[in-house]
């Protein structure tokens, strides 16, 4: 390959790409796959070819193949190097990362012989051949070292904290069983979303959501402000136990699901739902609790369950209203980790039955550890600052309160 300054994919290969469809996809993949390491080279040499320049950090020297067997079949890629050594292309790192993972995933069901014909089938195409349990072993010990750096890296200040369990059907001791996978979520003080963490436990228990949540606080998580999350008894055992004196927003979008199970007569079913959105729609917190006091007279008689239901459980969902108004369409459920969740198991489901926990976890990971690169790289989530006319922006003011919250984490930044 020859050097080169424009990374833009050349007009004949979209107008291939127009007119052969999907069968060009192999063929555009290594394309942009090789034009995105010839950029990260250049980046990471801070020059252009043939460049002279005081930054430069090295120098180009040449491409070298590498084949890899991926779900579109035999790829080969023009890995670039760099004459003093130290770089490897992370676009290609990375793309391949839940690639290794899943294809080592099924291919360890396929060697321990709990593969149904359709799990063999899928393995035999994504690997090319057949796979030895040593071929396994070697491969995954390389991969599940870098998914456990990642799991146990360092943390730092989080705002809000985000938690929730999703289940995948894994073998234990010879049966089937829903495992719960345990994940946090966080949004920093510059309003990017993180994933921070993840595990595979044999249940919801308190004892397995406190050991959790106790290691992220050991990897040093801290600051936190607020905990969205649904109200499985684990979870808000585990949560008393270890940060106990942080607020909590109970998931408004789950007290919703929930309070369906009060409502008597079936076709009150919409008009409760629109009940219930009308006080989480509030402007602030008393206007909330007098439209909560007014269901709760309006249901009293025709639904006395409900109504009981609704004075205990709703409150829960109204922390949000002590929080700064921009932020709560944002933390007033537990959503964006939903569609982590729904992620996973779109990538899961492939594999069906995991032949074990280490196996489940191992792809989990993989998936979730994409996820968050690309909230680091991408879109600021939520807007942590506010513009004045003097263009300074704060985030809260250090020692203000706000019903009993105290926001002792945040700062007044000069711009």
Not at 141 to 163: H, K, S
Not at 246 to 261: E, G, M, V, Y
Not at 287 to 309: G, I
């Amino acid at each position: 390959m020859t050097y080169q300054g424009d990374f833009t994919l050349p007009p004949e290969l979209l107008e291939r790409f127009s007119s052969e469809g999907f069968d060009i996809l192999p063929e555009l993949l290594q394309i942009v796959i090789n034009v995105a390491m010839q950029a990260e080279r250049q980046q990471h040499l801070g020059a252009a070819p043939y460049q002279h320049s005081p930054d430069r950090k090295g120098h180009a020297n040449g491409f070298k193949p590498k084949t890899v067997k991926t779900r579109l079949g035999e790829l080969t890629f023009d890995i670039p190097q760099v004459r003093e050594g130290g770089f490897y292309p992370q676009a290609l790192e990375k793309g391949l990362r839940s690639e290794r993972a899943l294809t080592l995933t099924l291919a360890e069901m396929y060697v321990q012989g709990v593969s149904t014909r359709k799990v063999a089938a899928i393995t035999e195409q994504l690997c090319g051949t057949a796979i030895s349990s040593s071929q396994v072993s070697r491969a995954t010990a390389l991969l599940d070292e870098t998914l456990e750096a990642w799991r146990n890296r360092p943390l730092g200040e989080i705002v809000y904290l985000l938690l929730d369990a999703r289940y995948e059907k894994v073998r234990l001791d010879g049966q089937i069983r829903d495992v719960a996978v345990l994940i946090a979520s966080g949004i920093d003080p510059t309003g990017r979303r993180q994933i921070l963490g993840v595990s595979v436990s044999i249940s919801e228990q308190e004892v397995h959501w406190r050991t959790f949540l106790q290691s992220l606080v050991a990897r040093g998580l801290r600051g936190v402000q607020l905990i969205p999350s649904d109200d499985h008894a684990g979870l808000r055992a585990a949560r008393r136990a270890v940060f106990g004196a942080i607020p909590w927003q109970r998931c408004q979008f789950h007290l919703q699901l929930n309070a369906s199970a009060y409502v008597p007569p079936r076709g009150m079913l919409k008009e409760v739902a629109a009940d219930i959105r009308t006080i989480f729609n509030a402007p602030d917190r008393p206007t909330a609790e007098a439209y909560l006091a007014r269901m709760v007279q309006k249901y009293v008689k025709s639904a006395s369950k409900l109504a009981a239901w609704m004075e205990t459980n709703i409150p829960e969902g109204l922390t949000v209203f002590d929080f700064p108004a921009e932020h709560r369409r944002r933390i007033h459920t537990t959503n964006g980790l939903e569609r982590v969740n729904r992620e996973i198991a779109r990538r899961t489901k492939v594999v069906g039955i995991f032949p074990n926990e280490a196996a489940c976890l191992r792809l989990v990971s993989a998936i979730v550890m994409e996820i968050d690169e690309d909230w680091q790289t991408g879109r600021v989530y939520l807007a942590m600052e506010k513009e004045g006319p003097s263009q300074s922006s704060w985030l809260w003011e250090s020692g203000q309160e706000r019903s009993g919250v105290h926001f002792s984490t945040a700062q007044k930044v000069n711009s």
